[in-house]
């Protein structure tokens, strides 16, 4: 469809609100042409909702006429008002009524639509005639600004003319809720306090309702049960300065439902898991949920937990200023002993913050209550050792276990219903938390948050190190490493991990605390810096490798730059083994919280923060541009750290932050984009591990622990039940014997405590208590003998001393031989498919399994892209890649796999750029149809099939309208109208062919399916 005419657009609107609900009338006034509520229908509804008199009604009527105020604090006042009701005294029964503007009940309410409505102002010479306006009760909640899709004017035009209406007639807006723009093509929506880079919305409506991507707005936003659960639970006021009004986004009403949905019909306490990327609005989803579980349980504690004080305070401060709409104020847990004065048996409502380590062995239990909700912060990171981790003590002589802070939690309330929140994905070292929390209940990645602008896009780019090396040196390196790789014996698996301890053990501060390098680095950055301040406060962040590293970059700025000495701050912990010179250039404690509100501020006069851990989560500086890394970081601390410069931000002048920048001196690219494989997209996230894996990892579990029995450690299959002690000189005792072992036997005992280690972790959700211990006693076992190996190898220890003492020397940097690569790169995080194969043909040698699901990953997402111009291409492609993955289960060779890979990728490029030159997205569509066709597929003349196209499409050009969809007569006709043009002219399908292609419905199907998943390219006028 696309809408050439704007009244067009208006009547399909129109008539899909008449569908769900809304009466479209005309104008309900005869004089006062200024005037915006209809007054008479709002007394009525009054009456009625509250089975009150006249004059009760009108006691309310008087009420809201006094609502005269600024624009917001009006409909502030409003909002109270529809949330709270208004308190009105009756004289009759002497008591104070609470009247209610509308009614939960979504059949009680009036929902009107008014289209053109004119409105007039004193002030103003003009009109003005906003396109549509909903009406509930009488009262305009919605005002929608529509465009042609054929218009000039954008939807920040549109999004203009809504705030230039606003200040003609504020009254339209003191009730408003929902500002809507569209030009069918693009639509968003917001609220009168949102710039207009806040809008969020949809880039395509869609008829399927399973598309979480994309729907129909008008259905989303204005079904009448919808709008009114948005009015009341996902819309509030928060008490900042100046107030903010808060509209909860289509991912954030999904998470909350399914949340709901989840906490009551969950058989256990597992409430689920919520993926929300950082910066798209994660504790306001927790402010919502929240608000729903209090309605759900009156009564209930809810208690939420981080694992970070900063976390804490920044968490418990968004609560505080949500509590006018939660109807109470946030309680924050400042110790262990308050805590549990607090959660005692407590048996009322609370809402109540605090962090995981304030739970210990002596908290003990607290309450079975079962209306206790658990809310947890960054579920992936202090949640997961409920079981407790076994460990032998040398010192006491026992075998001891040591619970998580998350541990002690839960078995202060057993019965308390718990639900996880992340703003990264559960990576692999993370899946047990499925297993604590229960599966996803709502996923919105980094690439849906991008594309629906609550976060801009990262662009990433990388520095080059050039370093003049001592050739001898290098060799005298290579040298000792060979000379002890030489002394071990390839037969012994302690070899191997004396070589790994070998290559971990080389001292990477040697660089990364060089001075001569950091100088020549910081040259590079302020270099770059200079380039990159004026994009818009010039805010940037550095993080460094380690404390010492950090103050010498802090130094080499201020040496290179002294004009700075304002400007650039030095965020660390401070100890009490700290330097004089160091303890000297950390920010203050006691002056902590000011610098950190101070670097937030847009007109701040800190311009580079250099931190090593601290404010690399949860601190927000919207302005925050570029961030330099030189520190290996990994995994969650690793997407946590980018997104500093994922937010949004707009300045007064309307100046809007494009993208954030990582510019990368320790090369961490691959880290980047092995996590990106399930960060980025969040499509097809699977638990790692199976169930029919968790059953068969539980039996080959039991099968090696009765291996371990009859050859190696006798006895063992009942050491869960000896005492502490008794366990620990089992261990030691073990040991001992293994010790005397060949060197064979030893290695087959330590592949056989792998493999209880891999499938203890397979089967953690179903083994008994009992399977736990036995594969702990074990573990401890294996540790032993490595440890044994490695610290009697005096050989070892004198040789990584020979190497890091070599390296030392090996070093000159100069600041002319670091260069920022220009070429590949920047990278856009955000769209990595090309990347990520490029990277898999790098580690395919020494990585195999990690190319293949980097490359597998890199096709799955070009299939996604290209899907939506080549459905059926696509579909080919991916019916491949399927064979293949199947393939590779049977393949022995990870090789063949790799080439297999590569050559559908090379389709896939070929796909893209698409042989025959058809520029036009129509005829693309039409051709990938006629060349799929069973009968038009034998014709080689491309040309032969570009002429069908062209005439396919030309015909339904001619005959299809905006009514496709709702219009049976209007199918029919262009159904018709494509048999006549393949029979009279084309011959299809030949009188002599029967079921090749199936008579020509099934071409004509196959041109409706298109059309429905891309109807804006058919209709009549569509420009590229």
């Not at 380690?546 to 650039?568: G, I, M, W």
């Not at 559908?904 to 058809?918: C, M």
């Not at 149809?929 to 196209?949: F, G, M, P, T």
Request: charged content about 25%.
């Amino acid at each position: 469809m696309d809408f050439t005419k704007e009244i067009e657009f208006e009547d399909s609107i129109e008539r899909e609100l008449k569908a769900i609900g809304w009466k479209s009338i005309k104008d309900f006034r005869t004089q006062n042409f200024s005037e915006v509520f209809n007054w008479k229908l709002l007394a009525s509804k009054i009456k009625e909702i509250n089975q009150c008199t006249d004059e009760i009604a009108n006691k309310a009527l008087i009420k809201i006429e006094k609502i005269n105020d600024s624009l917001i604090l009006m409909n502030k006042q409003a909002w109270n008002l529809i949330c709270n009701g208004i308190q009105v005294y009756d004289d009759l029964s002497k008591k104070w009524l609470n009247i209610n503007l509308l009614s939960r009940n979504e059949k009680e309410n009036e929902y009107q639509l008014i289209r053109q409505f004119e409105i007039t102002n004193q002030n103003f010479p003009r009109t003005r005639i906003p396109d549509i306006l909903l009406y509930i009760n009488g009262l305009p909640f919605v005002v929608m600004e529509l465009k042609s899709s054929w218009s000039k004017e954008s939807l920040k035009d549109a999004f203009d003319q809504d705030n230039s209406l606003q200040r003609f007639s504020p009254k339209l807006y003191a009730f408003n809720v929902i500002i809507f723009l569209s030009n069918y093509l693009q639509t968003k929506y917001g609220n009168i306090t949102s710039k207009f880079n806040r809008f969020v919305g949809w880039n395509q409506w869609t008829f399927d309702e399973k598309d979480k991507n994309s729907s129909n707005p008008i259905k989303w936003l204005f079904d009448t049960q919808k709008i009114i659960d948005l009015i009341f639970d996902f819309t509030f006021y928060s008490e900042e300065t100046p107030p903010v009004k808060y509209l909860a986004l289509p991912h954030q009403y999904r998470a909350v439902v399914s949340t709901v949905d989840k906490l009551q019909n969950a058989k256990d306490n597992r409430g689920g898991i919520v993926w929300h990327t950082q910066g798209s609005g994660k504790s306001i989803t927790m402010i919502y949920l929240v608000n729903k579980i209090r309605q759900m349980s009156p009564m209930s504690t809810i208690l939420v937990v981080t694992d970070r004080i900063s976390l804490d305070q920044q968490l418990s401060q968004r609560f505080l200023n949500a509590k006018n709409f939660l109807r109470t104020k946030a309680e924050i847990i400042e110790s262990r002993s308050k805590l549990i004065e607090k959660l005692k048996n407590k048996q009322q409502f609370g809402l109540i913050f605090t962090t995981v380590q304030k739970f210990a062995e002596h908290t003990g239990f607290l309450s079975d209550r079962n209306d206790i909700y658990i809310l947890v912060d960054e579920a992936h990171r202090s949640q997961n050792n409920i079981e407790g981790e076994r460990k032998i003590s040398h010192e006491t002589e026992e075998m001891i276990v040591k619970f998580g802070y998350a541990s002690f939690m839960r078995k202060a309330f057993p019965n308390a219903k718990i639900t996880g929140f992340t703003g990264t994905p559960l990576m692999r070292a993370d899946y047990e938390s499925t297993e604590i929390f229960g599966d996803y209940n709502d996923i919105y990645s980094m690439n849906d948050s991008v594309r629906d602008g609550t976060t801009v896009p990262i662009y990433y780019e990388t520095t080059h190190l050039k370093l003049d090396i001592d050739r001898k040196s290098l060799e005298e390196i290579d040298k000792i490493q060979r000379n002890y790789a030489q002394s071990l014996n390839p037969n012994d698996i302690s070899s191997e991990q004396k070589i790994d301890t070998l290559l971990k053990s080389v001292n990477h501060s040697v660089i990364f605390e060089n001075p001569k390098i950091i100088k020549a680095k910081a040259e590079q950055i302020l270099e770059h810096y200079a380039k990159q301040k004026n994009v818009l406060h010039g805010k940037a962040m550095l993080v460094a490798s380690s404390r010492k590293a950090a103050l010498l970059y802090y130094q080499a700025f201020l040496q290179l730059e002294p004009n700075l000495k304002d400007k650039v701050i030095l965020v660390v912990t401070r100890t009490n083994k700290d330097s004089k010179e160091l303890s000297e250039a950390i920010i203050p404690d006691n002056n902590k919280d000011a610098i950190a509100t101070e670097f937030r501020s847009s007109t701040s006069k800190y311009k580079i923060a250099i931190v090593v851990d601290m404010w690399l989560t949860g601190f927000d500086v919207p302005d925050l541009d570029v961030m330099y890394i030189d520190k290996i970081i990994k995994w969650h601390n690793l997407m946590q750290a980018i997104a500093r410069v994922n937010r949004t931000y707009e300045n007064d002048l309307g100046n809007k932050k494009e993208s954030g920048l990582i510019v990368d001196f320790s090369n961490i690219w691959k880290h980047i984009a092995d996590a990106l494989i399930q960060y980025a997209s969040g499509a097809d996230i699977k638990k790692q591990i199976t169930i029919e894996d968790v059953e068969i990892g539980k039996n080959r579990l039991m099968e090696s622990f009765q291996v371990v029995n009859d050859n190696y450690v006798n006895g063992i299959l009942t050491f869960d039940q000896l005492s502490p002690h008794e366990k620990y000189q089992f261990i030691m005792f073990s040991f001992e014997h293994l010790l005397k072992l060949s060197s064979d036997e030893k290695t087959k005992f330590i592949l056989l405590a792998r493999k209880i280690k891999r499938f203890r972790k397979i089967s953690y959700s179903i083994i008994p208590e009992k399977a736990c211990i036995i594969a702990s006693c074990v573990e401890a076992i294996n540790n032993l003998l490595s440890r044994s190996s490695i610290l009697g190898d005096d050989n070892l220890s004198l040789t990584i001393e020979k190497i890091n003492e070599v390296i030392s020397q090996v070093i000159n940097a100069d600041s002319s031989k670091i260069t920022i690569k220009k070429g590949k790169i920047p990278k856009d995080i955000n769209t990595v498919a090309d990347i990520i194969g490029d990277e898999a043909n790098e580690l395919i040698k020494n990585h195999p399994h990690i190319a293949l699901e980097l490359l597998k990953n890199s096709i799955e997402t070009q299939i996604n892209e290209i899907r939506r111009v080549r459905p059926i291409f696509a579909k080919k492609i991916s019916d491949k890649l399927l064979h293949i993955l199947k393939e590779s289960e049977r393949l022995a060779n990870i090789d063949d796999t790799f080439k297999m890979l590569v050559d559908i990728g090379k389709e896939l490029k070929e796909g893209r750029n698409f042989g025959i030159n058809i520029t036009d997205k129509q005829l693309r569509a039409f051709f990938d149809i006629v060349s799929n066709d069973d009968y038009l597929k034998h014709n080689n003349n491309s040309e032969v099939l570009r002429q069908i196209a062209v005439d396919l499409n030309s015909a339904v050009k001619e005959n299809i309208t905006y009514q496709f969809y709702t219009n049976p007569a209007v199918q029919a006709k262009v159904v018709i109208a494509l048999t006549k043009l393949l029979k009279n002219k084309y011959n299809y399908p030949p009188d002599k062919i029967k079921g090749i292609a199936g008579e020509s419905g099934l071409l004509v199907d196959s041109i409706r399916r298109e059309i429905k998943i891309n109807p804006s390219y058919f209709t009549r006028g569509e420009r590229n």
